[in-house]
């Protein structure tokens, strides 16, 4: 009776959706679970870069990484000392770690605090040699939605009830085509990446996250989804509407118990 009455309110939250969006995009949003795998994701790898070394900081101490970057801000403006000798000195060494400072640096706006969601903007391009993630930096990127992808281990999940943490929203970026992942967060009402594919072919799509290590493969035939760890989903492709209206009556249902 419950799963009825689900996908009954879920499909009559669908004209809600068409009229306002209740989650907002947040690129750099990072839910403490996922921060947790990330700092073990990257403390596992072996051989540590100036760049992956700066990363495992920023989670582990943002507030530390802030610090550093204000002090480069302010050898930066100071236009009578040679910032590259500075920021050695600061512990930025190397020349991509230089250059990606002086760019982050230079793209804020001045006399304000640096956030630690700017930190994590820092961080993911400090990483993305690649580019994977230029088309989300855009004032106002356009994206569509794509497709709702559901998984599950072992089984395709039915009835909209798979773990929320394989629910997805596959979102296509235009002009330039860019696939990505999202997952929604009832409890604050974001919407945010977890992976954008970093190389498309007739059989597969791959993935990186934001840190640019690899996140999963995905089988277009099949559906199935081999995670960076091994583990292998099932997965179901879902109207993006219907997901949307699903993630929405979650909200709600959040909402709802706070409100008791």
Partial sequence: MWHILTVVTVFASLSCTAVADLYRDDITYLPALER???AAELSAITTVSEPIGIAQFALSNPAAVVRQLELARALIDDASRDPLVGLAKLGFTTPEVQTAVVRFVESLAPKTPIRTDQLLQ???????????WDHLWADAPALNDFTGLECAPNAVPTHLLGPSMHQYLMR????NMEFSLWRVDPETARRYPVAVTSEVNLSSYVWVNRFSQPFAQLDRGQ?????????????????AEVMRAHHDYQRDVRVAEKQL
């Fill in 122 to 132: 820092f961080v993911m391009q400090l990483l993305d040699t690649e580019g994977h």
């Fill in 36 to 38: 947790e795998a990330l």
């Fill in 172 to 175: 296509i970026a235009h002009p």
């Fill in 223 to 239: 559906l199935q989804m081999t995670l960076s760890d091994g583990q292998t989903l099932a997965c179901a492709r879902v109207p």
